[in-house]
């Protein structure tokens, strides 16, 4: 069925309370930075703040209160009726063969997906004055997104929202000031001193999201929380940066190093993975630590070095002095391959027709499992759905579930979800033939012969895991391994996004209508200023001037007093 690979829900909820996500929790604001050195010799930081506000909207008519808790996202969550909030801003593309899984995965550009409660009634109305009140908070351009670039998946996404939209953005600083603004110290103390502009922009990867969902206080979920929860993905490039890759720190990658500690934060920690470099052959800490912690981590035991800010003594010592130089051999050990990957391109040639192939990828050596695909499609792209083929080690692969939505010009695009089973070791590919359609010359872009992008592929599983998963929900579990919470200890949750499409249209010639404005105001000019002369133009009848002799005959007859002539 389509809902064997959703993200599955608390199982104690009582009637009523649909759509909580188990999250038992103690301390109501939390940081962390988990650093994992990459064999690629890159850098992969990750962010995140968690803060919890204790209040019940569902209960309650009107918040005054709001303690830590941004008040601008909670005015948001209290007018528009808001069951849950997901917003991301990515420059660049994860690249998971060569960096493993993201411990929270986002497609390029902007991502903004929203679960209403059932009681709101206009949806469509209410989604397009949040997305206008989302644009002013976090300074984007959330404000274009309408419903020519809005779905609302019926399987994808079904737990955690109803509307999905990839919209391309470019993701600058202004972005990153707003986000900074929401956290309890801001920028001013803790971990978020850290965050340069300067040097987080210039990354070979960098994602900033932020996530609003009601968690459970305690087992029974009597009583639930607003979780917001900040998170910033990183990965830093030192040897293009110029640094090198034989030594780095926490100076060298943001400038800046911690000077003190996020007062209101419960916890605040330092990770470090270690899993690849147990006998310190690829690099060692200086100085080390000797608080160890072990969590499961995508589907994998990892173990990570931790560094306890909380703690006076380890935040002044260690904390401003951590180096970790680097020193990777050429026979390192190879990375492994995650057991979901997939991939996107644009086949055919010519301005008229194509192919989008979507390839994804089952690496587990014995073991098959569903994936759900979520595509969306501009209605510029015209689908020929009667061409979809799907096939897996060159035999057809029958989706066990299709749902099919039709684009409408300039209304709404093309949605397609199936469910498809992958064998194991195999590559299933999904192929769907395409027109180009023809653009108003009002509809393209300032740079039209560069292409339009169309959004990356959303691709949903529970993957089998390497190791067995703790259900339980732990007290002291760290962020990054809790966002997904499962009741399978056999699998893990895994969402992957697939590369954009960049696709050329029929592009026409622009320099004409330039032609026809010069060539129009020239007969305006001509013909309009002959006709204007004419008509206010007065005529009238002036004697030739006399002639040099005659002029001074008439002189001296003058003088004379004789009459001229």
């Not at 994808?156 to 929401?182: A, R």
């Not at 000077?259 to 147990?278: G, H, L, Q, R």
């Not at 703690?311 to 020193?327: A, D, E, R, S, W």
């Not at 029958?398 to 089973?421: C, G, N, T």
């Amino acid at each position: 069925e389509a809902n064997a690979v959703i993200i599955p829900q608390c199982s104690h909820i009582p009637p009523g309370r649909r759509g909580c996500l188990m999250e038992t929790t103690v301390s109501p604001n939390k940081e962390e930075l988990v650093i994992r050195p990459l064999h690629s010799g890159d850098i992969y930081t990750s962010f995140q703040f968690r803060t919890l506000w204790e209040t019940d909207f569902t209960r309650e008519n009107k918040v005054s209160h709001y303690r830590l808790f941004p008040k601008s996202l909670g005015q948001v969550i209290s007018k528009f009726s808001v069951r849950e909030l997901h917003i991301s801003f990515t420059q660049g593309y994860w690249r998971t063969m060569q960096w493993g899984q993201p411990y929270l995965p986002s497609p390029p550009g902007a991502e903004l997906w929203v679960w209403f409660q059932d009681s709101l009634t206009d949806v469509d109305g209410t989604w397009k004055e949040l997305t206008n009140v989302l644009s002013g908070i976090f300074c984007a351009s959330l404000n274009f997104i309408d419903s020519t670039n809005t779905v609302q998946p019926s399987a994808s996404f079904k737990p955690l929202g109803i509307g999905n939209v990839t919209d391309h953005q470019i993701v600058c600083t202004e972005n990153l000031t707003p986000w900074k603004k929401l956290l309890p110290c801001g920028s001013k103390a803790g971990l978020a001193v850290l965050l340069k502009s300067e040097k987080l922009f210039h990354s070979s990867f960098h994602s900033q999201a932020v996530h609003i969902r009601p968690v459970c206080k305690d087992d029974q979920c009597k009583t639930t929380s607003w979780e917001l929860r900040q998170t910033l993905n990183v990965v830093f490039d030192l040897h293009n940066s110029g640094q090198g890759k034989n030594e780095w720190s926490l100076f060298k990658m943001f400038s800046r190093t911690l000077t003190e500690a996020c007062p209101v934060a419960s916890s605040s920690k330092i990770y470090i993975d270690i899993t690849d470099n147990s006998q310190g052959e690829q690099f060692e800490l200086s100085p080390a630590t000797p608080l160890l912690s072990q969590a499961v981590v995508l589907g994998d035991r990892r173990t990570f070095s931790v560094y306890d800010l909380t703690q006076q003594i380890t935040f002044g010592t260690i904390c401003n002095v951590l180096k970790l130089p680097v020193t990777y051999s050429a026979h390192a050990g190879d990375m492994l391959r995650p057991l979901l990957h997939a991939e996107r391109y644009v086949a055919g040639y010519g301005l008229q027709t194509g192919e989008i192939h979507t390839l994804m990828y089952n690496n587990h050596p014995y073991r098959s499992f569903p994936v759900l695909l979520l595509d969306s499609v501009p209605w510029y792209l015209r689908l020929y759905i009667h061409t979809l083929t799907v096939t897996s080690k060159g035999k057809d692969n029958k989706p066990s579930y299709i749902h099919y939505q039709p684009s409408k010009d300039r209304v709404r695009p093309h949605l397609l979800e199936m469910l498809v089973q992958l064998p194991p070791n195999s590559v299933t590919e999904v192929t769907l033939q395409f027109e180009r359609a023809l653009l108003k010359w009002t509809e393209y872009t300032p740079d039209p012969n560069h292409g339009f992008y169309v959004g990356s592929s959303v691709i949903s599983s529970l993957v089998p895991s390497i190791v067995a998963m703790d259900t339980n929900n732990s007290r002291e579990r760290p962020l990054f391994s809790s966002f997904f919470p499962s009741k399978e200890e056999s699998s893990y949750f895994v969402r992957v996004y697939t590369e954009p499409l960049l696709v050329n249209l029929p592009t026409p010639d622009f320099s004409m209508p330039y032609n026809v404005i010069c060539l129009t105001c020239t007969v305006v000019a001509v013909g309009y200023g002959s006709l204007y002369n004419l008509l206010t133009r007065s005529f009238q009848i002036e004697e030739p001037s006399p002639g040099l002799a005659k002029r001074i005959a008439n002189i001296i007859r003058k003088m004379r007093g004789v009459p001229p002539l």
